[in-house]
């Protein structure tokens, strides 16, 4: 549950800081920008405005996923995995929670593409789910093996 903890705390101070910007910042001109916005949906302005059903959404994940943690006790990258993405729901209720909005600030341009401004929470949230692929997909190769033989 530390790695939790700490992903949370990463992600809050993180926004507390990226708050405090007050135009585009370059850090790699062309690809990454430090650049505050409030997003008041998920990404690609999807369920903009719909704070309380998503925050409803994140609500029923985090317990599910805490229910998980405790009563299976995964191991390993599937452990890992759960705590990535519990952090990164964690981290984004609570701004929708105490804000109203999620703080992001992370802008890249990926072959000239505008990529959707994401945070660090959204960054845990994805390793969380292909972390999970990882795991589900190397089971899946033991199972090939073991019937195989």
Not at 76 to 105: C, P, Q, T
């Amino acid at each position: 549950m530390w790695l939790v903890i700490l992903i949370v705390a990463i992600d809050l101070i993180s926004k507390h800081f990226a708050s405090l910007i007050t135009h585009s910042i370059p850090l790699i001109p062309g690809f990454l920008y430090l650049n505050f916005v409030k997003n008041f949906g998920m990404a690609w302005s999807f369920l903009n405005g719909q704070v309380a059903f998503l925050s409803l959404v994140a609500g029923v994940a985090i317990v599910f996923m805490g229910y998980y943690l405790i009563q299976k006790k995964p191991i390993g990258a599937r452990k890992i995995a759960v705590e990535f993405m519990l952090a990164g729901a964690i981290g984004n209720l609570l701004d929708r929670l105490f804000l109203g909005y999620v703080r992001d600030f992370v802008d890249t341009f990926i072959f000239g593409y505008d990529f959707p401004i994401f945070n660090i929470a959204d960054c845990a949230l994805t390793i969380g789910v292909i972390l999970w692929l990882y795991a589900e997909w190397k089971e899946e190769q033991r199972g090939k093996k073991t019937i195989s033989r």
